[in-house]
């Protein structure tokens, strides 16, 4: 179902994106060879309980970590692990915070010390993707100008956009309706209506836009072992245009 959000349950989501945020820019600081991504998620998780909230992906649908923690050629849902991140490598995490009930969702890639310049333009290219799939995200456009617009320029800069995973409506849990394709075509698909929060979270690979699942189940990596990015807001569809809920502002 599609829930619509009033006014008050946006500035909820909001708070709880904004304390998101905080939480990313103190990853950012972090993030160096030699720490793993599970000291970055036993950070997370006491960071937000000292800001009274809650991981809410431990314990959803089974998951076990407050963060996915997803390295070089894993897409998405990467279990945080003992194993140091080397210079070089690129780290995407991705958290849903809950506060008082209401839930962000924003996942970033970082750079590990310094990374090849294909992969900084990788990295470039996926955020430009995502806030061009953001400034179509208004009302009366439709989910299709959304797609579309990523599909459009990532595959202009060369690189391609995975298609299993998507982004999602958000709230009151982390996956609602309607599912937020990463391509498409112009003027197709689901109306945006105001009071609609939804993610927009891009998964960019330097090869093939295809994925395959590890053992456990929950793990996607490209199936080429080519790098894969990602990075995704929550945002609010607002007669005054998109609203990022998961920025400090
Ligand atoms: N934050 C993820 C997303 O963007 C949700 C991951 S669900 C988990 O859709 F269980 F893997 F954490
Ligand atoms: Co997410």
């Known amino acids: 179902m599609i829930t619509l959000k009033s006014e008050r349950q946006i500035a909820m ?10 939480c990313h820019q103190e990853i950012a600081r972090m993030i160096k060879p030699g720490i793993s991504t ?3 998620d036993a950070f997370v998780e006491r960071f937000l309980a000292q ?15 407050a963060t996915c923690a997803s390295v070089n050629d894993e897409v998405c849902h990467g279990f945080p692990r003992r194993k140091r991140l080397k210079n070089g490598d690129i780290v995407t995490i991705d958290m849903v915070v809950n506060l008082n009930g209401a839930l962000a969702d924003s996942a970033w890639t970082y750079a590990v010390g310094s990374i090849p310049a294909e992969t900084a333009r990788l990295l470039e290219v996926t955020k430009t993707a995502l806030y061009k799939g953001i400034e179509q ?3 009366g456009n439709r989910l299709g100008d959304i797609g579309h617009a990523i599909q459009q320029y ?5 690189f391609s956009v995975v298609r299993e995973f998507t982004g999602h409506g958000i709230g009151p849990t982390i996956h609602e309706e309607p599912q937020i394709l990463h391509y498409g075509t112009p003027g197709k698909g689901l109306r945006l209506k105001e009071g609609m929060v939804i993610t927009i979270e891009p998964m960019v690979n330097v090869g093939t836009w295809r994925t395959k699942m590890d ?12 790098l894969s990015a990602q990075y995704e807001h929550t945002i609010a569809i607002t007669k005054d245009g998109p609203l990022i809920l998961t920025e400090q502002n």
């Open 51 to 65: 800001h009274g909230a809650t991981p809410e992906q431990k314990g959803y649908q089974g998951y076990q970590y």
């Open 13 to 22: 989501m909001h708070e709880a994106g904004k304390l998101l945020a905080k």
């Open 215 to 226: 053992a456990n189940g929950w793990t996607a990596r490209t199936a080429d072992g080519t």
């Open 154 to 158: 990532v595959e202009a800069a060369g």
């Open 38 to 40: 599970l000291e970055i």
């Open 137 to 139: 995200a208004v009302v």
